[in-house]
């Protein structure tokens, strides 16, 4: 398989009051029109830090929802603003979108992170939902993002859970990448730079992420707190940058896929189901040293490790069928471990409820 590496973004850099030097950024490109696509609670939380400087901008939130037809809409009126560029100011739904809307748009992006919770503001691709939430599918753009600016005073306005979702989003970035590669005998560079990174993440995330929670709800942005938000950010995003197909998304990613079809579901945060999805691809893996390894960093980090704490809580059975069924649909990511029956699935999640019913006590 050929390898298409969009390793990192044109321009990067993480450092406080890295905002104030974008208008001249901007005019050294002699960028003069833009287009801002923002979120409303992104906005109140980045808007005192942008609304001091002076954007050539058209400022304009978007739906809620990453969409085609959202990104097709903002990418019309970038149009019809005769923008230059997209700026886009968020969490990963708003980045994601913004990224879209650029795409289609034919136009630069320049991304600004307000929350810790994903790789979004790093990878080069969008994840598509419907109208009601369900995830739809992924796209990888020819084009990586133009223009990453991370300002560790407005990170810190990340609502803890967010923080832990990103963690356990972030954690399953070794585990896809080494289901996907551990059998490889004869690694690509690319592939071993990314699993590389994607080791980063698990061992960074497990030994720094409870200081990094610490740090967030002291309002600090120390050393830890700075590791773990640029664990999620960079080198999360690398594993897929360089490893392309080996590097992004294996079994629970599918999983979370498949509880997006629970409405039970549709509260929890995008990285709660994939840490979930972790464990159930431990399983399917037979696995369970594993597991109980990161049982206790669970509990401690608060991340699920059951169906009932997302929220299936009645006809658990019925729940895992459909959530099942989901994860194995054609084109799902589950297929490159070579898992293909719902039963499959089914019979994981079940082990994880035992396993981990079983192991209460485990505390390190």
Same mark, same amino acid.
């Given at each position: 398989?050929?390898?298409?590496?969009?390793?990192?973004?044109?321009?990067?850099?993480?450092?406080?009051?890295?905002?104030?030097?974008?208008?001249?950024?901007?005019?050294?490109?002699?960028?003069?029109?833009?287009?801002?696509?923002?979120?409303?609670?992104?906005?109140?939380?980045?808007?005192?830090?942008?609304?001091?400087?002076?954007?050539?901008?058209?400022?304009?939130?978007?739906?809620?929802?990453?969409?085609?037809?959202?990104?097709?809409?903002?990418?019309?009126?970038?149009?019809?603003?005769?923008?230059?560029?997209?700026?886009?100011?968020?969490?990963?739904?708003?980045?994601?979108?913004?990224?879209?809307?650029?795409?289609?748009?034919?136009?630069?992006?320049?991304?600004?992170?307000?929350?810790?919770?994903?790789?979004?503001?790093?990878?080069?691709?969008?994840?598509?939902?419907?109208?009601?939430?369900?995830?739809?599918?992924?796209?990888?753009?020819?084009?990586?993002?133009?223009?990453?600016?991370?300002?560790?005073?407005?990170?810190?306005?990340?609502?803890?859970?967010?923080?832990?979702?990103?963690?356990?989003?972030?954690?399953?970035?070794?585990?896809?990448?080494?289901?996907?590669?551990?059998?490889?005998?004869?690694?690509?560079?690319?592939?071993?730079?990314?699993?590389?990174?994607?080791?980063?993440?698990?061992?960074?995330?497990?030994?720094? =992420? !409870? #200081?990094?929670?610490?740090?967030?709800?002291?309002?600090?942005?120390? /050393?830890?707190?700075? %590791?773990?938000? *640029? +664990?999620?950010?960079?080198?999360?995003?690398?594993?897929?940058?360089? =490893? !392309? #197909?080996?590097?992004?998304?294996?079994?629970?990613?599918?999983?979370? /896929?498949?509880?997006? %079809?629970?409405? *039970? +579901?549709?509260?929890?945060?995008?990285?709660?189901?994939?840490?979930? =999805?972790?464990?159930?691809?431990?399983?399917?893996?037979?696995?369970?040293?594993?597991?109980?390894?990161?049982?206790?960093?669970?509990?401690?980090?608060?991340?699920?490790?059951?169906?009932?704490?997302? =929220?299936?809580?009645?006809?658990?059975?019925?729940?895992?069928?459909?959530?099942?069924?989901?994860?194995?649909?054609?084109?799902?990511?589950?297929?490159?471990?070579?898992?293909?029956?719902?039963?499959?699935?089914?019979?994981?999640?079940?082990?994880?409820?035992?396993?981990?019913?079983?192991?209460?006590?485990?505390?390190?």
């Amino acid at each position: 398989m050929t390898i298409n590496i969009k390793g990192a973004p044109n321009y990067y850099v993480c450092e406080d009051n890295i905002l104030e030097s974008l208008p001249a950024r901007l005019s050294e490109l002699n960028w003069t029109n833009g287009l801002l696509i923002h979120g409303d609670a992104s906005w109140k939380a980045a808007s005192p830090f942008l609304d001091p400087i002076d954007l050539p901008v058209k400022r304009i939130a978007y739906n809620g929802q990453c969409t085609h037809a959202e990104a097709a809409r903002l990418a019309g009126i970038a149009a019809g603003e005769a923008a230059q560029f997209i700026i886009g100011v968020g969490g990963g739904k708003v980045l994601d979108t913004a990224k879209a809307a650029a795409n289609d748009a034919g136009l630069p992006v320049i991304l600004i992170p307000t929350i810790v919770s994903n790789c979004s503001p790093w990878a080069s691709l969008s994840v598509f939902y419907d109208e009601e939430g369900n995830f739809a599918e992924y796209t990888v753009f020819p084009r990586s993002t133009f223009m990453l600016l991370v300002e560790p005073k407005l990170l810190l306005t990340t609502p803890t859970p967010y923080l832990i979702a990103g963690i356990g989003d972030t954690l399953a970035k070794w585990y896809e990448a080494d289901a996907l590669t551990e059998k490889m005998t004869d690694q690509p560079l690319a592939v071993q730079i990314a699993r590389n990174a994607a080791k980063l993440c698990r061992d960074i995330l497990i030994a720094e =992420g !409870d #200081a990094a929670i610490c740090s967030l709800q002291n309002k600090q942005a120390d /050393n830890a707190f700075l %590791r773990v938000a *640029e +664990t999620i950010i960079m080198a999360g995003g690398m594993v897929g940058g360089f =490893g !392309d #197909a080996y590097g992004r998304i294996a079994g629970a990613h599918s999983i979370h /896929n498949g509880l997006t %079809r629970l409405s *039970e +579901t549709h509260e929890q945060l995008h990285g709660n189901k994939v840490a979930y =999805g972790i464990l159930v691809q431990l399983a399917l893996e037979d696995k369970f040293e594993e597991i109980l390894t990161l049982l206790p960093i669970y509990r401690k980090l608060g991340l699920p490790t059951i169906l009932n704490e997302l =929220g299936v809580k009645e006809n658990v059975d019925k729940a895992m069928k459909i959530a099942a069924d989901g994860a194995v649909a054609p084109g799902e990511s589950i297929h490159f471990m070579h898992v293909s029956s719902s039963e499959q699935v089914v019979d994981a999640m079940q082990s994880v409820e035992t396993f981990v019913a079983a192991n209460q006590g485990v505390t390190q």
